[in-house]
């Protein structure tokens, strides 16, 4: 992945969990960040102090105390693993369309297989327990064809808000219809049968329903926000043009007036709260206002990622420090490991070459 570039890797414990989870769930901050740029003595090994972080770990990550308590100028890299050769030969510069979280088809199929392989095996179980493989087969392909449609065809659907019910309504009777295809074609048309297809359809359009929408990186979740949702607010009053926000925003949901020298929500429907944006804001100039008017400070959100931290250990404590051997690439969604790597340019004045290589299955960074 970064073959071929002069820098440094340099990996922070994440807690088995991928950055944008975990720092938004308090289980990576920037002490954690801090802890290893002082155990692994980097500093001794570049002449510059300029640090490179994963914009996905924004939602904890506040580069400013990074500054503060080391030296350290840190700025946000691509949203994606797979930008950061990109963003490295731009000396350092992020293009708008890498801030922005992608959703490919292959990670939607595997979202899909997800939401699927409990429903099928339920399914196979009901078969087996009736003793008709047909039956089965049935179950698997309307199955399939719900949960499978659905998150191909993502990028164009509506999972959200009331217009959700006609999508998985829709999806539900196009499986139900390929299941009785399966049933005419297997010569095994009964009523039992269709019964059994209608209500694998039901189900499967239950399951998805409940929280589709938060499973994905475009999407909040409908549950915590249930007949109450959120929006970000601006207080423009606050605001100073500093554009932390339009800088970590994965949802294009904020730009940056120059002839105003003000930020403003141009895109307030794409906002998914992960909160980036207020816990970068040097001025405290967004939050969170809800349906109901309630309105939920910065200072407050910035005060539970601390008590979350707290809760969950994080800290520059000796005994929670990170090994600086220990190594590991998790900044692309989904993850496909559990550690959280921050990459740097390497000294100027320093004769070696760092390059490293992604291991697919176990994440690991060879130097």
């Not at 740029?37 to 506040?62: F, I, N, W």
């Not at 049935?138 to 999972?159: E, H, K, N, Q, R």
């Not at 829709?170 to 139900?176: C, T």
């Amino acid at each position: 992945m970064l073959k071929g570039h002069d820098a440094w890797l340099l990996c922070a414990n994440s807690k088995g969990i991928n950055v944008w989870c975990a720092a938004g769930g308090g289980h990576l901050t920037h002490h954690d960040v801090i802890s290893v740029l002082r155990t692994s003595r980097v500093g001794k090994q570049v002449d510059h102090r300029e640090l490179v972080l994963p914009q996905l770990c924004a939602t904890g990550v506040e580069r400013r105390k990074i500054a503060e308590v080391t030296g350290w100028s840190a700025r946000w890299g691509p949203a994606r693993l797979e930008d950061l050769p990109g963003f490295l030969g731009r000396r350092r510069r992020v293009v708008k369309g890498e801030r922005f979280v992608r959703f490919p088809l292959w990670e939607r199929m595997e979202m899909s297989f997800m939401w699927s392989w409990a429903l099928i095996a339920v399914a196979a179980l009901v078969a087996w327990g009736i003793d008709s493989w047909a039956a089965g087969v049935c179950a698997v392909t309307v199955i399939v064809c719900i949960v499978g449609g659905i998150f191909a065809a993502l990028p164009w659907l509506v999972v959200t808000g009331p217009r959700r019910w006609l999508t998985f309504g829709a999806f539900a009777a196009v499986g139900f219809g390929m299941g009785v295809g399966v049933l005419a074609a297997l010569g095994a048309v009964t009523s039992a049968h269709v019964w059994l297809a209608a209500g694998t359809a039901i189900v499967a359009m239950g399951v998805l329903s409940t929280d589709l929408a938060g499973t994905t990186p475009w999407y909040g979740s409908y549950i915590n926000t249930f007949h109450n949702a959120a929006q970000v607010d601006l207080v423009e009053e606050r605001c100073t043009g500093a554009a932390e926000c339009v800088q970590v925003c994965p949802r294009d949901v904020l730009e940056m007036n120059g002839h105003r020298r003000k930020v403003e929500i141009k895109r307030p429907d794409q906002c998914i709260q992960c909160g980036a944006c207020i816990v970068q804001c040097p001025e405290d100039a967004l939050r969170f206002r809800y349906d109901d008017d309630r309105i939920v400070e910065a200072a407050t959100i910035v005060e539970r990622c601390r008590l979350a931290r707290r809760q969950t250990g994080s800290s520059t404590s000796d005994k929670n420090r990170p090994s600086p051997s220990s190594t590991g690439i998790g900044s692309s969604w989904p993850p496909r490991n559990g550690t959280h790597c921050v990459a740097r340019p390497a000294s100027r004045i320093s004769s070696r070459s760092c390059s490293a290589a992604r291991n697919e299955r176990s994440g690991s960074c060879r130097p």
